[in-house]
């Protein structure tokens, strides 16, 4: 089944330590993204790629990074968590180009906790 | 059914002239809503909110949006368009469905001639 895959769910983990959040798409779409999002407020991205190779950093000033290595693949890196990492951060994919309507199709997210 | 709606699947305006894009919503208990923008080949940013206070809310670029409960409506509003206003504009409620979820509209594409 077509569907976009976030894990793990929940994380805690403590501070220093270097995690990769891992997000994968079935449905062969081109652009990516990550979004940052505070439980039930906006969401602000943080990178994004049109397609293998290809990444960009987003509005949000981020510590982590990002590859893109393959199609279906967009996994998300902190090299050095910190408390103010806490957040839930959702990964999300769209058609390319994104015509009119709501193209997006988001991952369940992963809620993070550094202590 | 909780719901946002855009009615205009485009809106076209003159350079310098105030734009409007409409969004309603339907949701139980009190909304946060949101404005998103999506220029070509990047990803949704954040415009502005409403959570509570008052009804108009400014935000990013010099946008700003009005909270009209009666109406169930945000209306994303500038008083003077920029051709690089053209692009892609979401508006967005947050639902409460036992844990909290963004429900997008449609998107209205806006586009600012010169």
């Known amino acids: 089944e077509a569907d976009i895959y976030q894990t793990p769910r929940y994380l805690v983990i403590g501070t220093g330590k270097k995690i990769t959040l891992e997000c994968s798409q079935t449905?062969?779409?081109?652009?990516m993204y990550w979004y940052q999002q505070d439980p039930g407020m906006e969401l602000h991205l943080i990178h994004y790629?049109?397609?293998?190779?290809?990444?960009e950093k987003g509005d949000l000033s981020s510590e982590s990074t990002v590859s893109r290595i393959r199609t279906e693949h967009f996994p998300l890196t902190l090299e050095s968590a910190r408390p103010s990492h806490t957040s839930q951060y959702l990964c999300?994919?769209?058609?390319?180009?994104?015509?009119?309507?709501?193209?997006?199709?988001f991952g369940s997210g992963t809620r993070l906790t550094v202590v | 059914a909780q719901s946002v709606a855009q009615p205009e699947d485009q809106v076209n305006v003159a350079e310098g002239n105030p734009l409007t894009v409409k969004c309603t919503y339907s949701?139980?208990?009190?909304?946060?809503l949101f404005w998103y923008v999506q220029y070509p080949n990047r990803g949704l940013q954040f415009l502005l909110k409403?959570?509570?206070?008052?009804?108009l809310v400014k935000g990013s670029y010099g946008f700003e949006a009005e909270f009209n409960k009666s109406q169930t409506s945000f209306h994303l509003k500038k008083p003077s368009a920029l051709v690089s206003d053209s692009a892609l504009y979401f508006c967005?409620?947050?639902?409460?469905?036992?844990?909290?979820?963004?429900?997008f509209g449609a998107g209205t594409r806006l586009f600012v001639k010169a």
């Open positions: 999300a994919s769209s058609e390319y180009p994104t015509d009119r309507g709501y193209g997006y199709t």
């Open positions: 449905m062969g779409h081109d652009k």
């Open positions: 790629s049109y397609g293998v190779n290809s990444t």
């Open positions: 949701v139980s208990g009190n909304p946060y």
């Open positions: 409403y959570i509570t206070g008052d009804n």
């Open positions: 967005a409620v947050r639902v409460n469905t036992g844990g909290f979820k963004t429900i």
